[in-house]
């Protein structure tokens, strides 16, 4: 495990790069859901920079990944919480990273189980490439191709700043 | 109800330019799923375009699709066939007209009800925009945007030949 030499971007400076990609395609009824851990970070990002009326709602996934099975339950599971009527309404839903697409797709149909929105865009800072189901991000920032073994990942630290990690798993 | 005078491709040349585009990406495991009823013909005919190992699959999505209960059940609901194992495979999925994403959605929750498949790549002759969900073609030899009340539908005549149609629902 070594740190890779890749430039990380300023994850601050990308959150309100894609609040200004969003901003021109706000609509009234516009609510973001943020996916747990990363996507909620950038979703409360997003929220203090855009004019949403609502606070976003979090999706975890961990009970709807297809690989459920083989990765086995994560010990901190969060529960989703969706403060709004999901029925008809325009959502975002948010990310840190598009990779596979199986997180998309397993919160697609997490947020399904709620209603069924009027339309679902999706936005992430990174898209690493890699994909595995015809999914494409609406608003990304930043496109990149990263092996296999090398894991991009979203931190918070104490004072809430949000910052890239990469690590290879060679 | 009106014809559109938007002009119309030769569907049969869109086939074989779909199987060239596609030509380079076939694995060993590949496998084709047509979506009833225009995807299916167009993977009859990459089946017999590309060498591919296996029949296609079949889906349908009569009950799958999330506006079910707005729609009705179609009276001539066609079984889905996949006479091939789903599980670790790399499949294509084949639609005519790629729109809103919904389809394509109901489609993969269908397919991973046979098995975890390894990658779903999605290829359709015409992407016309209009996108409710996060879905994208992977393959893809017509690009337009059509408004709402148009409807770009594939047909197949007596002789298996296949043509666009266009419908103006003013």
């Known amino acids: 495990m070594s740190t890779s030499p890749l430039h990380l971007p300023d994850a601050?400076?990308?959150?309100?790069a894609l609040a200004e990609q969003i901003r021109p395609h706000l609509t009234p009824d516009t609510a973001l859901v943020g996916i747990y851990s990363g996507g909620a970070w950038i979703a409360e990002r997003l929220t203090q920079l855009l004019p949403l009326p609502e606070e976003a709602g979090?999706?975890?996934?961990?009970?709807?990944?297809d690989d459920?099975?083989?990765?086995?339950?994560?010990?901190?599971?969060?529960?989703?919480?969706?403060p709004f009527e999901v029925e008809g309404r325009k959502l975002i839903l948010v990310d840190d990273v598009l990779?596979?697409?199986r997180t998309t797709r397993a919160a697609l149909n997490e947020l399904f189980d709620y209603g069924r929105p009027a339309a679902v865009e999706l936005a992430v800072l990174a898209d690493r490439g890699g994909r595995e189901l015809p999914m494409a991000p609406t608003y990304?920032?930043?496109h990149l191709e990263l092996p296999r073994q090398t894991c991009?990942?979203?931190k918070r630290d104490d004072a809430g700043r949000l910052s890239w990690s990469v690590e290879d798993h060679a």
């Open 99 to 101: 990779y596979t697409g």
């Open 140 to 142: 990304c920032v930043w």
């Open 68 to 82: 459920f099975a083989e990765k086995g339950l994560h010990p901190q599971v969060r529960p989703t919480h969706i």
């Open 12 to 16: 601050e400076a990308q959150c309100r």
């Open 58 to 65: 979090l999706i975890d996934i961990s009970f709807y990944r």
């Open 152 to 154: 991009l990942t979203l």
